[in-house]
C-alpha cells in the first residue's frame, strides 16, 4: 500500500552534513504519518523524527534536537532529513517510515524503506 526509497545516504567527516530523501509512494499515502528511524549494527531501531502531511508539526528526537531537521515536499511526495553537525555515533542504516496512527509512529510504524547507509568518521 505504501512504498517507500531513501536515498542520500554516504560518508561524512565529523561535524558535517548529509540529507537523506525518502520518496513514497501509495493509493492512501495522505492517510499516513511519515518519519525516519535508524539502526546501528546489533542495537535496536531507534525514533529519529516524524512529519504529516498536513500542517508543519513535526517530532525529533531527544538525540537529534538541534542538529536534525526533518521536512517534505508535498508536490513530490518526499519526505527530507537534513543532518547537520554529524557525529560518529550518527552512524546507521536510516530507515524511512510511514504509519497510519501518529500517536505510535515513533514506536511500532507500519511501512519500512529499505534504508540508507550513513557512516560518520572521527
Known amino acids: 500500500q505504501v512504498q517507500l526509497v531513501e536515498s542520500g545516504g554516504g560518508l561524512a567527516q565529523a561535524g558535517g552534513s548529509l540529507r537523506l530523501s525518502c520518496a513514497a509512494s501509495?493509493?492512501?499515502?495522505?492517510?499516513?504519518?511519515m518519519g525516519w528511524f535508524r539502526q546501528v549494527t546489533g542495537k535496536e531501531r531507534e525514533f529519529v523524527a516524524a512529519i504529516r502531511w498536513t500542517g508543519d508539526n513535526t517530532l525529533h528526537a531527544d538525540s537529534v534536537k538541534g542538529r536534525f531537521a526533518i521536512s517534505k515536499d508535498n508536490a513530490k511526495t518526499t519526505v527530507y532529513l537534513q543532518m547537520n553537525s554529524l557525529k560518529p555515533e550518527d552512524t546507521a542504516v536510516y530507515f524511512c517510515?510511514?504509519?497510519?496512527?501518529?500517536?505510535?509512529?515513533?514506536?511500532?510504524?507500519?511501512?519500512w524503506g529499505r534504508g540508507t547507509q550513513v557512516t560518520v568518521s572521527s
Open positions: 517510515v510511514a504509519g497510519l496512527a501518529a500517536q505510535t509512529i515513533s514506536i511500532r510504524p507500519d511501512y
Open positions: 501509495g493509493r492512501t499515502l495522505s492517510r499516513y504519518t
